[in-house]
């Protein structure tokens, strides 16, 4: 296994390790979260405080394995499957984690699911055909906002909470409106291939 793939492999633990913090239900087993006040306004648990370091170095190596891969000519059937799952465990999971928790509408984990869904068909049906599937520049940009806006919810969306900004919500709204545009972008470019299967 090269270098990109473990570093793959290892994002699927780290987002493994997220999850189970996440929705583990540490109350039944008597352990309770130490909290701390910040500026005398916000209330921060450790457990989000160590989800959202593990979530930060998760989402780094996702940038990490594909620049390797590219770099190093070490692309690979397995690293493209097992980066697509890591990226739906790690985003998904962490959405609708935050959605049970009450930090975000239930709708923007199913839109972004939705969308996944609808575009990982799309790329089936376009690897079929013979064409190539790339990331789209909105896609791209989708995904650092939505990185970037989990990091900051899980941290409380400080600094910025302290000046009462809502930077956290608007990326992963602007995320979600983004995830529908390169789903859109998606089917527009591979509509004849789509059409020549039904």
Not at 119 to 137: H, L
Not at 167 to 181: E, F, K
């Given at each position: 296994?090269?270098?990109?793939?473990?570093?793959?492999?290892?994002?699927?633990?780290?987002?493994?390790?997220?999850?189970?913090?996440?929705?583990?239900p540490?109350?039944?087993?008597?352990?309770?979260?130490?909290?701390?006040?910040?500026?005398?306004?916000?209330?921060?648990?450790?457990?989000?405080i160590?989800?959202?370091?593990?979530?930060?170095?998760?989402?780094?190596?996702?940038?990490?394995?594909?620049?390797?891969?590219?770099?190093n000519?070490q692309?690979?059937?397995?690293?493209?499957?097992?980066?697509?799952?890591?990226?739906?465990?790690?985003?998904?999971?962490?959405?609708?984690?935050?959605?049970?928790d009450?930090?975000?509408?239930?709708?923007?984990?199913?839109?972004?699911i939705?969308r996944?869904?609808?575009?990982?068909?799309?790329?089936?049906?376009?690897g079929?055909?013979?064409?190539?599937?790339?990331?789209?520049m909105?896609?791209?940009?989708?995904?650092?906002?939505?990185?970037?806006?989990?990091?900051?919810?899980?941290l409380?969306?400080?600094?910025?909470?302290?000046?009462?900004?809502?930077?956290?919500?608007?990326l992963i709204?602007?995320?979600?409106?983004?995830?529908?545009?390169?789903?859109?972008?998606?089917?527009?470019?591979y509509?004849?291939?789509?059409?020549?299967?039904?």
């Amino acid at each position: 296994m090269n270098l990109p793939n473990k570093i793959t492999v290892s994002r699927i633990i780290l987002s493994v390790v997220v999850l189970i913090m996440m929705v583990f239900p540490f109350y039944q087993i008597g352990f309770e979260w130490p909290t701390y006040m910040v500026a005398g306004r916000v209330q921060m648990s450790l457990k989000y405080i160590i989800v959202a370091v593990v979530f930060i170095i998760a989402s780094c190596t996702d940038f990490l394995d594909g620049y390797l891969a590219r770099k190093n000519n070490q692309v690979t059937d397995f690293g493209k499957v097992m980066d697509a799952i890591a990226d739906k465990i790690l985003v998904n999971g962490i959405l609708i984690a935050l959605a049970v928790d009450g930090f975000i509408s239930v709708a923007i984990p199913v839109i972004i699911i939705t969308r996944d869904t609808f575009v990982d068909s799309i790329k089936m049906v376009g690897g079929k055909s013979g064409k190539a599937v790339g990331a789209s520049m909105a896609g791209k940009i989708k995904t650092i906002c939505m990185m970037t806006g989990v990091s900051l919810m899980l941290l409380y969306n400080l600094p910025f909470e302290l000046i009462n900004i809502k930077v956290a919500d608007g990326l992963i709204i602007l995320a979600t409106i983004l995830s529908i545009v390169s789903g859109i972008q998606y089917f527009n470019t591979y509509k004849d291939a789509l059409c020549k299967e039904m």
